[in-house]
C-alpha cells in the first residue's frame, strides 16, 4: 500500500464537473483579472467567517505582506510573532523593514503562548501575529486581552486555520486583519496559488483593496506604493464551488484524528494532538510529538506513508535572520519540538483500511526496538 501526504484525486474527480463549468464560464467571458467571480468569492468567504471584508489576492504570503504595509509598519517597528511557523509568517514582517520579535510557543498546542507575550512588549512593539497553527485557533481571548491593554493590532495568520474556531467563534474574525492561503496543501485549496485579507475595519479594507493594485486609485494615479497581487478570476471560480463542501472535509479530517486518537492512545512513544477545550480544530494537520521522531519517519518512509517534519528548523535560528541576533536555547520549546514532530496523513479521503495500515507502521516501528 502506497499512501501520500496528501491525495487531492478523490476531491477532484468529485467535483470535476462543477469546476469545468466555472473555468468554462471565466474562459468564455474573458475576465481573468478581477472578474465579477471574485468579488462573489469574497463576500461568500466574507460571510463564511463572519467579517465584513475579505480582499482576494495572489498567495498567504501576499496576504501577510499587504497587511502589515496597510498597518503601516516599517523600520523600528517590533511584530511579535512564533518562532515555529512556516517562514512566510515572518518573511512578511522582515521585508516591510520591521522587526520580528520572537516569543515561543505552548508545548501542548503548538501555537504562541500567551503567557509570554507581555514580557516581550516594548516601546517598539506594533502588534501580536498570531499563527493558528496546524488548523488550532490560538488562545484569542488571551491575545486580544493582551492587545488591548498595550494598544496592539493583531493580524491572524490564518492560512492554516481556515474555519477553525475558539470559543465558538470563528478564527480570522478576533483580529484587526486576518489572512488566509489558497495554497493547494490548505484545507480550502485552490488550482495555483490565491491567498486572501479579512476585516472588519472599513478604512484598512480600502486600503488594501488600493495597495494590491499597485496602490492606484484613481487609475494610473498612485497614493502610496503597492503589489501586483490578486486573485485570479479562474481561481477564484474554482475555490467558489470548493468553499461549499469545505466544512465536510474538515469534518472529515477530524473523524480521521478521532481515529488515530484512539488508536495511538496506548503507544506510549508518540503523544497525540492536544485540542483546548475551547477550539475546534480543521486538523490541517495531525502532528505527533514522538520519541526517536528521525527513525519513525525513516520507518514509515519505507513502508511508503507519506510524513512530514514541520518545521524542523525555527526560524529565530534561520541562517536569513542572524542579524536579529538569537541564539539556540532562547526559544526551548519551539527548538525541542522541531526534533520531535512528525505530520501523518489526515487527508479526509483516507479509507479506514489505509489508516490501520499507518497505525500499525507506529505500532510495529516502536515495538521492534
Ligand atoms: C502556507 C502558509 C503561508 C503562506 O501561504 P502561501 O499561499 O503559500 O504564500 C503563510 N503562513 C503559514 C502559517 C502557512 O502555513
Redesign the pocket.
Known amino acids: 500500500m502506497k499512501i501520500p501526504m496528501l491525495d487531492l484525486h478523490a476531491q477532484y474527480e468529485t467535483l470535476l464537473p462543477q469546476i469545468r463549468a466555472a473555468m468554462d464560464k471565466v474562459m468564455s467571458e474573458h475576465n481573468y483579472i478581477m472578474g465579477h467571480q471574485v468579488k462573489e468569492f469574497e463576500d461568500k468567504m466574507a460571510s463564511y467567517l463572519d467579517v465584513k471584508h475579505a480582499i482576494g489576492c495572489a498567495?498567504?504570503?501576499?496576504?501577510?505582506v499587504l497587511a502589515i504595509k496597510a498597518l503601516e509598519f516599517g523600520p523600528d517597528d517590533e511584530v511579535i510573532t512564533t518562532p515555529f511557523?512556516?517562514?512566510?509568517?515572518v518573511s512578511?514582517i522582515w521585508r516591510n523593514g520591521a522587526k520580528p520579535r520572537f516569543v515561543d510557543i505552548d508545548p501542548k498546542t503548538f501555537n504562541l503562548d500567551p503567557d509570554q507575550i507581555e514580557a516581550a512588549i516594548n516601546s517598539k512593539t506594533k502588534a501580536i501575529m498570531p499563527?493558528?497553527?496546524f488548523g488550532q485557533c490560538c488562545d484569542m481571548t488571551r491575545i486580544m486581552e493582551i492587545a488591548n491593554k498595550h494598544g496592539l493590532k493583531v493580524i491572524e495568520?490564518n492560512?492554516?486555520g481556515i474555519g477553525s474556531t475558539w470559543d465558538g467563534k470563528m478564527s480570522c474574525s478576533f483580529g484587526d486583519i486576518g489572512?488566509l492561503?489558497?495554497?493547494p496543501?490548505?484545507n480550502l485549496g485552490a488550482m495555483g496559488?490565491?491567498?486572501m485579507c479579512l476585516t472588519n475595519d472599513d478604512k484598512l479594507a480600502a486600503r488594501l483593496r488600493q495597495l494590491r493594485v499597485h496602490g492606484e486609485g484613481p487609475k494610473y494615479y498612485h497614493k502610496c506604493v503597492g503589489l501586483n497581487s490578486r486573485l485570479d478570476t479562474i481561481q477564484a471560480a474554482i475555490l467558489d464551488v470548493k468553499l461549499d463542501h469545505m466544512a465536510a472535509w474538515s469534518e472529515g479530517r477530524r473523524k480521521n484524528a478521532d481515529f488515530y486518537n484512539r488508536h495511538l492512545a496506548e503507544v506510549s512513544q508518540v503523544k497525540t494532538p492536544y485540542i483546548a477545550p475551547q477550539a475546534e480544530s480543521i486538523y490541517?494537520q495531525y502532528t505527533l510529538i514522538c520519541e526517536d521522531r528521525d527513525g519513525l519517519l525513516k520507518h514509515l518512509k519505507s513502508k511508503d506513508i507519506g510524513c512530514a517534519v514541520y518545521y524542523p528548523l525555527p526560524l529565530h535560528l534561520q541562517e536569513c535572520f542572524t542579524e536579529l541576533g538569537y541564539q539556540r536555547g532562547e526559544m526551548p520549546v519551539s527548538e525541542e519540538m522541531a526534533e520531535k514532530v512528525l505530520s501523518i496523513p489526515i487527508y479526509p479521503d483516507l479509507t479506514e483500511e489505509q489508516k490501520l495500515y499507518v497505525v500499525a507502521a507506529i505500532k510495529e516501528y516502536y515495538q521492534r526496538r
Open positions: 498567495s498567504g504570503t501576499d496576504a501577510l511557523t512556516f517562514f512566510a509568517t512578511s499563527v493558528h497553527l495568520d492560512a492554516q489572512t492561503s489558497f495554497f496543501s490548505k496559488d490565491g491567498g490541517n
